[in-house]
């Protein structure tokens, strides 16, 4: 077969990588961009509307960003919603909904109103609500099964209406395929079903190997394949000093419409996942979904069975450093209780009778027959370990080889940041090509 050669090869097909493909073909003056995707459709995985919570996180009521952060994140997340709305995606895979973080109890009720007074600058439309307010707007959260108030203390941080708060990844992600291909003058190629086996350097050119046996060549590389990154830049030399711990998350999903909004709790500083929640799933006729658990799991892929197992043994990349990371985790009993109470989350009939226990927090009324194991629903986020500072290192992670090539791993919010990351990868892109791009294109119509 022919070689086809590349200005830039991007490796997977989940958000970012399609985020990234739009970016280069709209907003550079790079002519040849390929993408390839190992599985038969682009973001099946992690990118898929059942794998993630389908929020649009930009930090007003995720209660584990500081306030630097959500800057940083309100701006990428701005990005996403610009371009829906310029491409006409709102009411079609962008939607509007009311959100909240929710404090019980007083010391979490502490915890949000001071939160409440630090963010409002930044975050305007936020609005305060009391427990009355509460009764009036999502009175699920406040009522008990026998339509008593529940006696904690309640109040909330939120939006009612008027914000974007959610997104089917899996379809913004098909649309960045079909607009980057629109783009005149442009050759942008999509090779599915294309698992990328090895990437090696041969003077100033990259040369890609493929399951399927294609012959790809590239002047620059883009890995943005999940947990599979950090596997294959092991395995041409990079990111030795990091392994990665996968952790899936599950969801429970209840039979009818429980919440009229997104309802966030209060995040453990102690636990690196994200504290447990309530969404409306735009997937499932808006049933409430509860979730995501924290199941740690020997492999790089969840619903494929355990192909991936000797890759996630290589990408661990075991030694006394990531030893010691994980006792200093088990060694927490917050933590060690956490991750085997998520362990029996997944036990049929027990877990979800344990699960309940713990979303009734959100809504006390809520019982086992109201809720069921959303089965083939969650995707694996990658964690990565840090073997140099000896620690769990949370949100996203990037090698730049400074040599052409480019390795990201991007759990939550990896799927809000996509055109940011997209941003920040093109810059490099055109830096190390010589390429222009066009910052004030880019500005005009997904930041200003």
């Avoid at 991936?308 to 927490?332: C, H, M, R, V």
């Avoid at 109201?370 to 964690?383: E, T």
Wanted: aromatic share 10%; with cysteine; glycine share 8%.
């Amino acid at each position: 077969m022919q070689e086809k050669h590349y200005e830039v090869v991007i490796v997977g097909g989940g958000i970012s990588g399609c985020a990234l493909l739009y970016t280069l073909a709209r907003y550079t003056d790079i002519k040849s961009i390929a993408l390839l995707e190992k599985y038969e459709g682009v973001a099946t995985l992690n990118s898929k509307g059942t794998a993630n919570s389908q929020t649009i996180h930009c930090g007003d009521i995720e209660t584990n960003y500081t306030l630097e952060k959500a800057r940083k994140t309100k701006r990428t997340s701005d990005m996403i919603i610009k371009y829906g709305l310029q491409h006409g995606y709102n009411e079609k895979f962008m939607f509007q909904g009311q959100k909240m973080a929710m404090g019980v109890g007083d010391e979490e009720v502490e915890a949000i109103t001071q939160r409440f007074e630090t963010f409002k600058e930044l975050f305007p439309y936020l609005e305060f609500f009391d427990k009355n307010t509460l009764k009036e707007i999502e009175p699920r959260v406040i009522f008990d099964e026998n339509g008593n108030e529940r006696p904690e203390n309640v109040v909330a941080m939120g939006v009612k209406s008027g914000v974007y708060t959610t997104v089917d990844y899996g379809a913004m992600s098909n649309s960045f395929i079909e607009n980057a291909k629109k783009e005149a003058k442009k050759t942008c190629e999509v090779y599915l079903n294309s698992e990328v086996q090895n990437i090696t350097k041969v003077g100033e050119k990259f040369y890609i190997r493929t399951a399927n046996k294609l012959s790809l060549s590239a002047d620059f590389v883009v890995v943005d394949a999940g947990a599979h990154s950090l596997w294959l830049a092991h395995k041409m030399g990079y990111g030795k000093d990091m392994g990665c711990l996968s952790v899936a998350g599950s969801f429970y999903l209840t039979k009818q419409k429980l919440l009229n909004g997104k309802v966030y709790m209060v995040q453990n500083p102690k636990l690196p996942f994200a504290a447990l929640h309530g969404d409306p799933d735009i997937l499932a006729d808006g049933c409430t979904r509860f979730g995501p658990t924290a199941l740690a799991m020997p492999k790089l892929e969840r619903y494929k069975g355990m192909r991936s197992f000797p890759e996630y043994l290589q990408t661990l990349n075991f030694s006394k450093e990531i030893a010691g990371i994980l006792f200093d985790l088990f060694k927490d009993s917050e933590i060690r209780n956490y991750i085997f109470r998520n362990f029996a989350f997944e036990i049929p009939g027990y877990g979800a009778q344990l699960f309940i226990k713990d979303a009734r927090k959100i809504v006390p009324s809520l019982r086992v027959e109201d809720v069921y194991y959303a089965k083939g629903f969650g995707g694996v986020r990658p964690q990565v370990l840090n073997k140099t500072e000896k620690k769990l290192m949370l949100g996203e992670a990037s090698i730049d080889s400074g040599d052409g090539i480019i390795f990201n791993m991007t759990p939550s919010p990896g799927a809000t940041s996509c055109l940011g990351n997209a941003e920040r990868d093109a810059m490099k892109v055109c830096e190390f090509l010589g390429k222009k791009f066009d910052e004030k294109k880019f500005s005009a119509e997904l930041v200003d």
